[in-house]
Nanobody
Framework: VQLVESGGGLVQAGGSLRLSCAAD????????MGWFRQAPGKERDFVAA????????YYSDSVKGRFAISRDSATNTVYLQMNSLKPEDTAVYYC???????????????????WGQGIQVTVSS
């Protein structure tokens, strides 16, 4: 079971990045998938989640209207399109599989049983 994030990097404030998370197991296509982020010295925070079908999404207030989560079941990939980036978006971003809550969206890290290794996103002012 492996989740691999890509697409991070350094961008100026106001710019955009698209993160990808590739899963090596088609089983993940039946689970809600989420993105979290963790800045130095801070807790891991929920960013966005998408239902197994892709028809429902859920965002934290801090990214609503700027970020968009999507998924491609054919390639077992989840995306996070990040627009209008701000310096406070700087963090390590993680994708994860929601395994502990059967229905709906759960923003608690403990509800996610599989995690990627994380990828750095740095937004300069």
């Amino acid at each position: 079971v492996q989740l691999v994030e890509s697409g991070g990097g350094l961008v100026q404030a106001g710019g955009s990045l698209r993160l990808s998370c590739a899963a090596d197991d088609r089983t993940f296509s039946t689970y809600t998938m989420g993105w979290f982020r963790q800045a130095p010295g801070k807790e891991r925070d929920f960013v966005a989640a998408i239902s197994w079908s892709g028809s429902d999404t859920y965002y934290s207030d801090s990214v609503k209207g700027r970020f968009a989560i999507s998924r491609d079941s054919a390639t077992n990939t989840v995306y996070l399109q990040m627009n209008s980036l701000k310096p406070e978006d700087t963090a390590v971003y993680y994708c994860a599989v929601q395994t502990e809550t059967a229905y709906g969206f759960d923003p608690r890290p403990g509800a996610y049983g599989y995690w990627g290794q994380g990828i750095q996103v740095t937004v300069s002012s």
